[in-house]
């Protein structure tokens, strides 16, 4: 079940929609660059609310969050070895992701994009988990794998992978997604003023020219 700050975002979303129909698809002057800063604005809360949901509250929280993560991390690390369905190097390459080093040599607009392409290609990862514990019925009753098999020691080897791989990831970015949500403010501050003040202007406009 999605959470709250997701279903406050999604409603967000909505203003873009409802302008483009009252402007009847024609974006072109004020009302125009209002339009496109919006949309600017709608895709970035989409992007802020996801850093958002990566990180702790505080640093202190951030601390002891790393610890919590790396000792969830090592449990599920743990439970993983003792499985005999899948072998070490399987699990390695569903699961990979890339080390602290490398995710601090990275910039801030590839880091995001980086953390944004593992949390979309998981799915496609533990389907290929699926689809090699599986003969070729299973693999077609789970619509190869993207849905569940129906074997539970698979599944649940499936869910403590999908457990490990999340918490990984959030380990190695960690520090990263700090500096990257600050950035965000930077570039979505003055964007959501530009379409603010636009807005008002187009407004004012609208009525002025509506009295006479």
């Given amino acids: 079940m999605p959470s ?6 999604w409603f967000a979303e909505l203003p873009p929609l409802i302008i483009a129909f009252h402007a009847s698809f024609k974006f072109q002057g004020i009302a125009g660059m209002a339009f496109w800063i ?7 809360g989409f992007v802020g609310r996801y850093i958002y949901s990566q990180i702790p509250r ?19 690390t743990r439970e993983l070895s003792s499985q005999k369905v899948f072998s ?3 699990l ?5 992701v890339p ?7 990275m910039g801030p607009l590839r880091a995001i994009m980086l953390m944004i392409a593992i949390d979309l290609g998981r799915p496609f990862h533990i389907a290929g988990l699926r689809n090699q514990a599986s003969d070729w019925g299973g693999r077609i009753r789970s619509c190869f794998g993207l849905l569940e098999t129906g074997n539970r020691e698979v ?6 992978a999908r457990r490990k791989s999340s918490l990984s990831k959030r380990i190695v970015f960690l520090a990263r997604t700090h500096q990257i949500f ?3 403010h930077v570039i979505h501050r003055p964007f959501s003023y530009s379409f603010a003040v636009l807005a008002i202007f187009h407004i004012v406009v609208v009525l002025g020219l509506g009295f006479r």
């Fill in 99 to 105: 080390s602290m080093q490398e995710t601090h040599a």
């Fill in 155 to 160: 599944e649940r080897i499936i869910q403590t």
């Fill in 58 to 76: 505080s640093l202190n929280a951030a601390e002891i969050s790393l610890n919590e993560l790396k000792d969830s991390e090592e449990q599920l």
């Fill in 92 to 96: 390695e390459r569903a699961l990979h």
């Fill in 4 to 9: 709250t700050g997701w279903i406050f975002t």
């Fill in 38 to 44: 919006m949309l600017i604005v709608a895709v970035s």
């Fill in 182 to 184: 600050n950035l965000w």
């Fill in 88 to 90: 070490a190097e399987d």
